[in-house]
């Protein structure tokens, strides 16, 4: 096995005049959960559009098991942000689910059986399973949270991106959440995780990726999780540092 | 058949390949395009039959699809430039369109072309140009042209049904997947094209766009599932195409207009009484969740 | 054909479709910004039914009345629009789309109506469909002056209010300016200018006036000011070159000339504008490419003022 399952070399991209990221270098080991932390507009989803190339890069180079995108597609999961979807659209829990089968079930054909029952079970392991045959639009934040996370279980990759999948669900689902991480993690899968809650950082992630525009720190929680490193990703701001404080205090209580 | 039932069958065809095709029309967010389509395709026409000075079916559809792809193409050109989508929609048909009028005025001497033909169509004279077809009889061209518009969207529609789904879902997920995004979506340009310019000739643009978005809409109100939805869309389209035709023979008057207002009637009867998500349904339970 | 372009009614005619190109493109700015471009293609088809239950009553051409008829058709079709985005499940481009069509749909069934019963008015449908500056009269052309100048007043005598209500709707509510009464003139304000224009452009091609204009501005300035200046000037030289020009030929529309100046305008903005041309994005991004590539495997360039967006 390599030693490093993601590779990121010198990567930048903008958009039009403005750049977004800008020389964004680190390595991923497989098996970790890494959290990638930074204030509002620092780049966090960029990032993860313009490894999957849903973003044109400006320079630099990204690998999967050393690997161009194009040649491991099927291997990787992505989770976009709840609110990339219109959950309007007229189908299933079970059949969104489904979706995340597509690429395997392949062009002009149609769904089995077999797919039916791995999508099923998916959503079984999200704690979904009675709302299999449910419209998405009347599921619950969280529980449309919950659906796309069952998906990308379906899709059974080794790497996972996720954008920010804990932002406004409720606190059941993001147990639920965490644990099918954990789980992903023992199984020696790789997910890197656009998170915004500082306060449950060290405790959800063994390793993170604090970026603004570009990379401010990386490393295993305990080590680049400092306080130094947290006031230099979100640029010394003393308004926002105090309410890191209060959001602590407020979590001891 | 009978003068009516030619022309009720002909306008049911449009309803129903258009019903279909604009469920996802709408659920892509697109119902615009279908207007800016019906528009440009008249450029198409017009290139055709400058090139070829034929007004056939044959190149009528080849043009057609060029102006449709033409007109798919510009609009998100210019929107990866970032001009507002609906701005860049509104600069390529109002433009292209503006082309095939001039050109009409211009060079095509007005001989078989007219803008006001293809915006209103004619449909009172579709059962007088006849064809003969082999094994089944004589029949009005348009109907046939229709016929095989029809049996080609059902089919593509039928083959990529899961990824028209997920395209129109979730068209980050479906790159990921690898599913090509970008040939589908111009796949489906395509398909409107086609679908466009058949029926452009037999009932004109607006009609066009009429049974494009209002059938799909309404049925968007009646269900939450997709295949009911395109049967429900399919159905309310040939239900405007009979309801219209009555219509324009009780009031003497034209029946491509009436068909487009048809439409409106049951988009109303849906807004108002649709069990799902109608307006009284929601005074009745107001909150569902 | 010197004596075409400056017989007093052909510049009569200029005149007002210039007046009405400066008026387009000063509300065309303004959409532009409400994110509402294809609204005006949609009041302008659900104006046709009003045209012509104006002329069934009065039973004659006469501008003023065709245009009450137009604003109240188009009025309420924008009325049908906002209910049916905000009560039901519909998205706004497909309730525009539905009004646009059906709408339109019972204009030509009236109108088939008037052509049947009446003294037959052929032309009419004609002038509107694409527009025939050519065809109207003296009093047309003041009362579309008239209407043009109101509409560019109106714009701006309230600048700022403008300025604030399309950019800081929370602020302008916080010095007292009322979103909506200020939707209520914007509706109003752009009924006008569709109605106004239905006659020399044409129910399908008004739009363009009051879309094409306001790109192309956006491509030279990032200020809010000389971006409505410019859609103005933009929108007045298009409706003076497309009037110009079709005066040239006999029969010749007016409203697909007008659109082509305008779209030669829009190219012309889209290569070469100041701000966002393509010359000048491939030169920002040969030059970001440029800067990256050069401090590549070094750190990264640290910059002044940290935060941004």
Redesign the interface.
């Known amino acids: 096995m390599q030693d490093y399952v993601i590779e990121v070399e010198n990567l930048s991209a903008s958009y039009r005049k403005t750049p977004v990221i800008e020389q964004i270098a680190f390595k991923v080991k497989p098996g970790t959960l890494t959290g990638i932390i930074g204030p509002n507009g620092a780049g966090k989803s960029t990032l993860i559009k313009t490894m999957l190339q849903l973003h044109p890069s400006l320079t630099g180079e990204v690998t999967f098991f050393g690997k161009h995108y194009k040649s491991v597609k099927k291997r990787i999961g992505y989770v976009p942000q709840r609110g990339s979807v219109d959950w309007d659209f007229p189908t299933t829990a079970l059949d969104v689910v489904l979706m995340g089968l597509y690429g395997k079930i392949g062009l002009m054909k149609w769904p089995r059986k077999e797919h039916k029952r791995r999508a099923y079970e998916a959503l079984e392991k999200m704690g979904m399973a009675t709302y299999a045959s449910r419209q998405i639009s009347q599921l619950s934040g969280g529980q449309q949270q919950r659906v796309f996370l069952a998906r990308a279980l379906a899709q059974d990759a080794d790497i996972y991106f996720m954008d920010e999948p804990l932002a406004g669900v409720d606190a059941a689902t993001e147990r639920a959440i965490m644990k099918i991480l954990k789980e992903l993690k023992e199984q020696r899968k790789t997910v890197m995780i656009v998170h915004h809650d500082l306060q449950t950082v060290a405790e959800y992630f063994d390793w993170v990726l604090l970026i603004n525009r570009t990379v401010i720190a990386h490393g295993p929680t305990d080590k680049a999780f400092t306080k130094e490193n947290i006031i230099k990703t979100y640029g010394g701001n003393l308004k926002w540092i105090k309410e890191v404080e209060r959001r602590v205090v407020h979590s001891v209580q | 058949m009978t003068y009516s039932a030619w022309i009720i069958l002909t306008a049911s065809l449009v309803g129903l390949s258009c019903g279909l095709i604009g469920v996802f029309l ?2 892509r ?4 395009m ?2 800016a389509i019906s ?1 440009t395709v008249l450029l198409g026409i017009v290139l055709a039959y400058i090139i070829t000075r034929e007004t056939s079916g044959v190149y009528m559809v080849i043009g057609g699809i060029f102006a449709g792809l033409l007109t798919a193409y510009l609009v998100q050109w210019l929107h990866s ?4 989508h ?2 860049s ?3 390529v048909f ?2 292209l ?3 095939g ?2 050109l009409i ?2 060079s095509t001497g007005n001989a078989h072309l007219d ?2 033909h293809a ?2 169509g004619e449909i009172t004279f579709i059962p007088f140009n006849t064809v003969t077809i082999p094994g089944i009889g004589e029949m009005p061209k348009a109907t046939f042209l229709l016929l095989i518009i029809f049996s080609v969207v059902s089919l593509f529609l039928l ?5 028209w ?2 395209t ?3 068209p ?8 090509p995004v970008a040939f589908f979506h111009y796949l489906f340009m395509s398909l409107v094209s086609v679908t466009t310019v058949a029926a452009f000739d037999a009932v004109g643009a ?2 066009v ?2 049974m ?3 059938p799909p ?1 309404s049925a ?2 009646w ?4 295949s ?2 395109l049967l429900l869309s399919g159905t309310f389209g040939v239900l405007s195409a009979v309801l219209g035709y009555a ?2 023979v009780w ?4 029946i ?6 048809a ?2 009637l049951i ?1 109303i009867a849906s ?1 108002l009484f649709a069990p799902k ?1 109608g ?1 009284i349904a ?1 005074y009745v339970r107001p909150t ?2 | 054909m010197s004596s075409i372009l400056f017989s007093s009614n052909t510049q009569w005619v200029l005149l007002s479709t210039m007046i009405l190109g400066i008026a387009a493109g000063t509300i065309g700015a303004i959409a532009y910004w409400r994110k509402q471009n294809l609204m005006s293609d949609a009041l302008a088809h659900a104006a046709l039914p009003g045209v012509v239950i104006a002329f069934l009553l009065s039973g004659e051409k006469k501008l003023y009345l065709l245009i009450i008829g137009a604003a109240a058709s188009a009025l309420i079709g924008a009325m049908f629009i906002q209910t049916i985005t905000t009560v039901s499940r519909i998205s706004e481009d497909t309730a525009m789309g539905m009004i646009l069509s059906v709408f339109y749909g019972l204009g030509i069934m009236l109108l088939a109506v008037v052509n049947r019963s009446s003294s037959g008015n052929q032309s009419g449908l004609d002038s509107f469909i694409y527009g025939q500056a050519a065809a109207m009269t003296r009093s047309d052309v003041y009362t579309m002056l008239a209407l043009a100048s109101v509409v560019i007043l109106f714009i701006l005598l309230f600048f700022k209010e403008w300025k604030v209500y399309l950019f800081d709707p929370q602020f302008a509510k916080g010095i007292g300016i009322s979103h909506r009464w200020m939707d209520i003139l914007y509706t109003g304000l752009l009924v006008t200018t569709i109605v106004i224009g239905i006659q020399a452009v044409g129910v399908i091609l008004i739009a363009a006036l009051l879309i094409i204009p306001a790109v192309s501005a956006r491509y030279w300035t990032e200020s809010f000011k000389v971006m409505v200046l410019l859609s103005a000037l933009f929108g007045g030289l298009s409706g003076a070159l497309g009037t110009l020009i079709s005066a040239l030929g006999s029969g010749l529309p007016t409203g697909p000339f007008i659109v082509t100046a305008a779209a030669t305008c829009f190219v012309i903005a889209l290569i070469f504008g100041k701000e966002r041309g393509l010359l000048i994005q491939k030169l920002h991004f040969n030059k970001q490419k440029g800067r990256y590539e050069k401090h590549a495997g070094q750190t990264a360039p640290v910059e002044k003022g940290g935060g941004m967006m």
Do not use: C, P
């Open positions: 709408i659920l967010k697109m119902a615009m279908a207007d528009h430039l970032e001009v507002q609906d701005a929609m509104g600069i109002t433009t369109f503006a082309i009028v001039i005025a211009t803008v006001q915006l209103m083959l990529f049904y899961k990824e789904k997920i129109s879902f979730d980050a997920l479906a790159a990921s997947l690898g599913i607006i009609m766009v009429a494009l978005i209002t809409a968007y109100l269900t939450d599932r997709l009911i939805m219509l324009a009031i003497d008057t034209s491509s207009g009436s068909m487009a207002f439409t409106g988009f807004f998500h307006l929601k569902s969740n």
